[in-house]
């Protein structure tokens, strides 16, 4: 049943003992979303607790500090941020069924959930659980603060991409009002690399190629260079998006070797050039601007097989980046 922000509030407020699921590889966002709902629930007396399925990465401790998860046999549970019952992971077995609450903002929501709040225009979970808070009328705390404001400002893209909205930065500055550290987390979250990831950078530079007249950029990775800089996956996230992001290019390509020799395409376009089209063509798929498919190596005969199924798209003329 889809319910509004105050039916939603009211529902929370009704129960006890409630378990707060966010996302696997949670970011900003997932993290923030749940923290600050548990952190508002506890305010009001509630036991609660927030499980993810990857736990809680170091990466955002700043945002939780030294998290315990208090034991308890939860009576209603909640999903923040989570777009599809697969996104729980190992989790899903267990409480995929039990849904009594679902907060997000994904277009596409497949959670099987008793009450369901999706709202697709709001920039992030944050906001929904920002609003929610509002209507409890909780006082944000500065750790609530903080919570919020890095939900919206990772999904923003620290309020550059076109979700960015005025209510985006309306919520970000009340949150600043409220003591939300926003200096710190905009310079954990967009400003720091760890050296295995500025070593992997370097590494990756190196191999830097152009083709169709500078419109495709093209990088690899190899298992090597990963070994070496002794790098997580974690680490490793957002890291095609790299080539693309190069002055008059259109197609950036990252070629990532897997354990078996062959090789992950990761393909991100602009404008109208069509990356599911040109992975299809390689047994792969995805978005218009964001796609991926498996090449066999060595690397070299990966980048041709790459390369020919760029070639009907990338020679035609294509009209200037807006
Ligand atoms: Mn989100």
Known sequence: MEIDLQQAARLLDGWDDILILAHQKPDGDAYGSAFALLWALEWLGKRARVETPDGYLPGYGFLFGNYTPEEFEPRFVVTTDVAGPGLLGPLADRWANR???CIDHHRINNIDAAHKLVVPEAAATCQLTYEIIRELEVPFTPSMAGAVYTGIAT???CFRYGNTTPEAHRIAAEMMEAGADYALINKLMFDTKSKGRLEIDRLMMDTLEYYFDGRCAMISISSEAVERAGVSEEELDGI????????GVEAGVTLREKPDGDYRVSLRTTGELDASAICGRLDGGGHKNAAGCTVSGPLE???VQVLAAMEPNMSQESPPCP
Do not use: M, N, V, W
């Open 99 to 101: 849904i009594d609450l």
């Open 155 to 157: 999904d923003t893209g």
């Open 240 to 247: 095609a998006g790299f080539p693309r992001s190069i002055e």
């Open 301 to 303: 005969r990966a980048k």
